[in-house]
C-alpha cells in the first residue's frame, strides 16, 4: 500500500496513540475488573465468618448452630442477591445447604486446604464462589464450606464497560486520524510551495531562487539547502558557457589565420619559396590547434575522472632534471639558468606521470615567462615539504592572481608579450594537484617574478 506522505503522518500518529490508547484502556479494563473481584471476594470472606462462627468442631464432627441469618431471603431466595452457602464434611457428606440451591449443589474439590476463589454458574446465574476449608483444634481438615454470591450486577458493570472502552476506542481513533490528517496536510503545505517553486525553475531561468518560510525551521533549511545547490549549478552554468565561448574564441583565431594563409595562397601563383613559407605558418596555426585539443581533452578527462592516482616515491631532483632537459633549446634560447637545488635524496609520494605533467608545465612557464638571462630556482623546503619554483620573471599583479587557475585566464603580461599559449596549462596544473592532494599557490610581483609552491602531503 503506497500512501503520500500526508497519509503517512496521520496513519503513524494514530498508531502511536492507538497502541497508547489500547494499553490505558486494557489496564483501566483490568483494575476495574480487578476491584470488582476484590469487592465481591470481600463479601464472601465477611458470609464465611458469619458460618464458622457458627459451626462447633468437635474433634473430626462438625455441629452446626441455625442462625437467624439464614433465615434471610438472600439465603432462601434465587432472585434477589442471593447467597449460597454449602457446607460438606471430609467425606463429602453434605451438612449443610441454604434453601436457594434448592436441587442445585456448589461445585467443591474435597481436597482443598486453603481458600480459593472461582466463577461458577448456578441455575444459569453467574456467582463468585468461595471455598474454605474448615480445620480442627488438631489441625485436621474436616470439612469445607463453600459460599457463592451473585455477581450478575459486577459482570453487567464489566460488560457495559468492555463495550464503552471499544466504542470510546473507535471513535477516538476515527476523530484523532481526522486531525491528524488536517494537521499534517497544514504542516506539509510549506513543502508543496518548494515543490511549485522548484519545478518552475529551469536553465533560463535559473537566478530565480526559492522563498524562505519565515519561521526558522527544517523546512527554512530545505529551502536554503535547494538555494544554495542553485548558487552551485547556476555557477556551473555559467562557467560551461564561458568556457564554450572562450575554447571558440580560442579555436578561431588558428582557423582565422589559417584561411586567411590559404585565401592570399590561393589569389594567384607563387613562387616554391613562397608556398613552403606560408605552408610552415599554416602548419604553426595547426599545431597549435592541436595543442589546444589535447589540452582541452586533458581537461575533460581529469573533470570526468575522480579516481585515486596511484602513488609512489619519486626522487624529485631527478624528475627536476629530467623536466630541465626537456626545454633546455628554449632556455638556452632565452639564455635562462636553472638551478636545481633539491637535495639528491628528496622523495615525494606521488603519480609519477602526473606530477611530471605538473613540473612541466611550471617549469616551462618560468621559462616562458622569464626574463633574458633570468634565472630559475627549484628549492625544496623540508619544513613544510614543499617544493619551490622561483623565477625572476616578468611577474603578475596582484590584482590578476585569483584568476590564474582558471580555464581560458592569460594575464595582462602573456597578451602583451606575445608568448604562445592558451590559458589551459595552470588549470590542468590545478586539477592535477587537486587529484593527488598537493596544495599549489603562487606568489608574483609584477617585474619581479613569480614563485609556485607545491605542498606534498605529509
Ligand atoms: P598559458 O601559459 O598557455 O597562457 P597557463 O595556464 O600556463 O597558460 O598560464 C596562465 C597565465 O598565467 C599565463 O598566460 C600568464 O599570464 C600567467 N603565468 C603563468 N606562469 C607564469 C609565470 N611563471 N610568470 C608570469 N606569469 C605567469
Known amino acids: 500500500m503506497k500512501l503520500n506522505f500526508k497519509n503517512r503522518i496521520a496513519l503513524f500518529n494514530t498508531i502511536a496513540v492507538a497502541l497508547t490508547a489500547f494499553i490505558a484502556f486494557v489496564i483501566i479494563y483490568f483494575v476495574v475488573s480487578y476491584s470488582s473481584y476484590k469487592h465481591l471476594d470481600d463479601d464472601i470472606k465477611a458470609e464465611k465468618r458469619i458460618v464458622i462462627r457458627n459451626l462447633k468442631l468437635e474433634d473430626d464432627s462438625i455441629i452446626l448452630f441455625k442462625i437467624p441469618e439464614w433465615e434471610e431471603n438472600e439465603h432462601k431466595q434465587m432472585e434477589v442477591n442471593p447467597t449460597f452457602i454449602q457446607i460438606v464434611n471430609s467425606n463429602g457428606i453434605q451438612l449443610f445447604k441454604s434453601d436457594n440451591l434448592q436441587k442445585n449443589q456448589l461445585s467443591y474439590n474435597l481436597k482443598n486446604n486453603k481458600t480459593t476463589y472461582k466463577n461458577a454458574i448456578i441455575d444459569h446465574q453467574k456467582i463468585r464462589q468461595g471455598q474454605f476449608p474448615i480445620i480442627n483444634a488438631t489441625n485436621k481438615i474436616i470439612g469445607q464450606v463453600i459460599i457463592g454470591i451473585s455477581q450478575e450486577e459486577s459482570f453487567y458493570v464489566l460488560h457495559n464497560l468492555f463495550l464503552v472502552l471499544c466504542f470510546a476506542y473507535v471513535v477516538l481513533l476515527s476523530i484523532l486520524f481526522i486531525i491528524m490528517y488536517f494537521v499534517a496536510s497544514k504542516a506539509i503545505s510549506p513543502i508543496h510551495q518548494l515543490i511549485t517553486g ?115 616515491g619519486i626522487f624529485l631532483k631527478e624528475k627536476i632534471e629530467k623536466i630541465i632537459q626537456l626545454h633546455v633549446s628554449i632556455s638556452n634560447l632565452n639564455k635562462n639558468k636553472i638551478l636545481n637545488n633539491i637535495p639528491s635524496d628528496c622523495k615525494v609520494s606521488a603519480n609519477d606521470l602526473l606530477l611530471e605533467r605538473i613540473l612541466d608545465n611550471l617549469i616551462l612557464n618560468a621559462i616562458k615567462y622569464n626574463k633574458p638571462y633570468g634565472n630559475i630556482f627549484c628549492d625544496w623546503n623540508s619544513v613544510s615539504n614543499s617544493l619551490i619554483i622561483r623565477d625572476g620573471g616578468i611577474g603578475i599583479s596582484k590584482e590578476q592572481l585569483p584568476f590564474l587557475f582558471n580555464r581560458f585566464y592569460r594575464a595582462d603580461n602573456s597578451r602583451s608579450s606575445e608568448i604562445q599559449g592558451n590559458g589551459l596549462g595552470l588549470s590542468i596544473v590545478k586539477n592535477l594537484c587537486d587529484l593527488q592532494n598537493i596544495k599549489i599557490t603562487v606568489e608574483s610581483e609584477e617585474g619581479k617574478g613569480t614563485v609556485f609552491f607545491l605542498q606534498f602531503p605529509a
Open 198 to 312: 522548484a519545478s518552475k525553475i529551469n536553465d533560463s531561468n535559473i537566478s530565480v531562487r526559492l522563498p524562505l518560510p519565515e519561521n526558522k525551521d527544517e523546512i527554512h533549511q530545505l529551502a536554503g539547502t535547494i538555494n544554495e545547490l542553485l548558487n552551485r549549478l547556476e555557477f556551473s552554468i555559467q562557467q560551461q558557457k564561458q568556457f564554450i565561448i572562450d575554447a571558440s574564441h580560442e579555436m578561431r583565431t588558428p582557423v582565422t589565420a589559417i584561411k586567411g594563409t590559404l585565401e592570399v595562397l590561393l589569389r594567384k601563383k607563387r613562387t616554391a619559396e613562397q608556398y613552403e613559407i606560408k605552408i610552415n605558418e599554416v602548419l604553426t596555426q595547426t599545431d597549435r590547434l592541436s595543442s589546444l585539443f589535447d589540452q582541452l581533452l586533458q581537461l575533460a578527462r581529469l573533470e570526468s575522472d575522480n579516481s585515486i592516482a596511484k602513488k609512489e
